[in-house]
């Protein structure tokens, strides 16, 4: 990997629902074989582990996978490496009730392609009505785009939209880079928008996470 940083990276985000019986030791294994797959030439950062909070209209999940990549390409390397393949056949599968996959283009992008351990992240994925149109969508994302301007504990943002899993008219944010939950809860993203806005929206995810060291993963659980 160069040491320089890239100006434009892929951002994949998986969500995952452990099962309620879920055996703490397999999830645990998931996210230690998880975790592993730094080691793949084509991942940037990669980080595994448990959801803080789950804000939804129906859906829950319990644990994320957050990585990144110089390109679309590579993106699809780590995805078809058969190391990624047997993760996702052994630990992932038996273990999960859901998962929902989402990537998009962030670019602009001038920041360390790593996240910190301690970082706390929010995710949040807004799905708007169908039929909305082109105008409203990128003035949606406009708003998002200037929240890291109004929130200055926001360490790094990105927002686009998503390019996978039937994504059409999803839109993403993930502000990354807070010094910790508390200063994350005090944040309201929803509240960027206008009512008329709000109005497009069909469904909103807000997920908290904060980022721990490989090693650490399994005693967080």
Partial sequence: MS????????EHI???KAKPNADPSAVNAMLGNLNSLISLDSVLYLSAGPVSRCRSNSLTFTHILHSRYRSKPDLNSYSENPNHVSVV?????PVVDDVMAVDWVAGDFSNPPVVSPGSAIRLTILKL??????????????ILKGVEEKSPPIKQLTVGRI?????????????CGFQGLKE???MD????????QKDKVDGVVVLDYVVVAASAQSASL
């Avoid at 390019?163 to 502000?175: A, E, M, N, P, Y």
Wanted: with cysteine.
């Fill in 3 to 10: 040491s320089s940083y890239p100006n434009q990276i892929i």
């Fill in 14 to 16: 998986v969500l995952f």
């Fill in 89 to 93: 056949a052994n630990y992932v599968k």
């Fill in 129 to 142: 009505k169908e039929g909305t149109g082109e105008s409203c969508k990128s003035e949606v994302l406009g």
């Fill in 163 to 175: 390019s996978r899993r039937g994504g059409q008219g999803f839109l993403d944010l993930l502000d």
């Fill in 184 to 186: 994350l809860e005090a």
């Fill in 189 to 196: 993203t929803e509240s960027e928008l206008s009512n008329e």
